[in-house]
């Protein structure tokens, strides 16, 4: 199955942090029980946009969210210590999102995740930035699946995201993450492929349906979990059309079903 991991519960979108700052708890309750009667299969949640605040809202968004939670949460941050503190609040066995091969951050999370139970996104970024290639991205993913499999998790609670980069840049931006995905795919089919697909659209108009129609693509090369806005109805209904297509629905059942509540139009 598809997963979605929520992506609403960012400080760096407006409403969001309004309702962090005036600790409107109902706010983020009422987005929350959204995104999850929207189908999504992870909370995210991110904090990290009130510079020195992260911590405290953080804590904060946890234990607002966690009462009301029905999935697990995505803990979202480049900070090890936060990630830390997040985990030891979780309940539910949660996503880490994330670790990555830059020296510090990996050398802190390396760890912090031996013998934890859990799910882990590993980033293919590195301290020479962004991947190049395809092969560039396959190599890096490489690295992470052997460090966490010598912590002993293993490859079913890894997702690897590729990086998506900005198409306007680069026409050969599509291609190198999708062939990337294959690769890692041929590899590891055990291991997931995840991330967010809003950077493929940067710096272009109509920058919707650009996301919606990468989606699809990075889905038949073997992307099985993203983190998009669940409550958008277009990308939502793509995914379930691609998942038919891609014939991951028995008897077409999720798309009939999705059609019936109205929720997949043309
Ligand atoms: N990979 C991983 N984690 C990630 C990302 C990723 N976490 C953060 C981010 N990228 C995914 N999350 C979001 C959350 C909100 C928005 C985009 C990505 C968002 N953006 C609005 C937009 O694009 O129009 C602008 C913000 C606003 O609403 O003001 O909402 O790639 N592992």
């Known amino acids: 199955m598809f997963e979605v991991i929520g992506e609403r519960i960012n400080t760096s979108r407006k409403n ?8 409107d708890a109902q706010y983020i309750v009422d987005d929350v029980q959204q995104q999850q009667a929207a189908g999504a299969s992870f909370i995210d949640v991110n ?19 966690q009462p009301i939670a029905t999935i697990p949460l995505s803990l979202d941050s480049p900070d090890p210590a936060v990630l830390e503190m997040a985990f030891q609040m979780v309940e539910k066995t949660p996503m880490i999102n994330s670790i990555s091969l830059e020296k510090e951050r990996f050398e802190a999370m390396i760890p912090f995740l031996k013998g934890k139970a859990c799910k882990i996104i590993a980033l293919c970024m590195d301290d020479q930035g962004m991947p190049g290639s395809s092969d560039d991205i396959v ?14 998790i293993e490859n079913s609670s890894i997702y690897i995201d590729p990086l998506v980069q900005p198409i306007s840049v680069e026409s050969t931006k ?15 089919p055990d291991v997931h492929i995840t991330g967010g697909l809003s950077n493929i659209s940067y710096g272009l108009p109509q920058r ?14 073997g992307m099985d979990s993203a983190i ?31 059609v019936r509540a109205g929720a997949i139009l043309g």
Do not use: S
Request: glycine letters at 8%.
């Open 47 to 65: 904090a990290g946009a009130r510079i020195g605040h992260e911590t405290e809202d953080m804590k904060w968004l946890i234990e607002t969210i």
């Open 16 to 23: 969001v942090q309004e309702a962090v700052v005036k600790r």
């Open 174 to 188: 599509g291609i190198m993450v999708l062939d990337a995905v294959r690769g890692i795919k041929a590899k590891y």
């Open 228 to 258: 998009i806005d669940p409550l958008d109805e277009k990308i939502m209904a793509t995914v379930k059309t691609a998942d038919m297509l891609l014939g991951r629905d028995a008897f077409c059942g999720n798309f009939l079903k999705g």
């Open 208 to 221: 919707k349906i650009i996301n919606r129609t990468f989606i699809a693509l990075m889905m038949d090369a």
């Open 139 to 152: 190599q890096r993913a490489e690295t992470l699946v052997k460090e966490l499999n010598a912590i002993g």
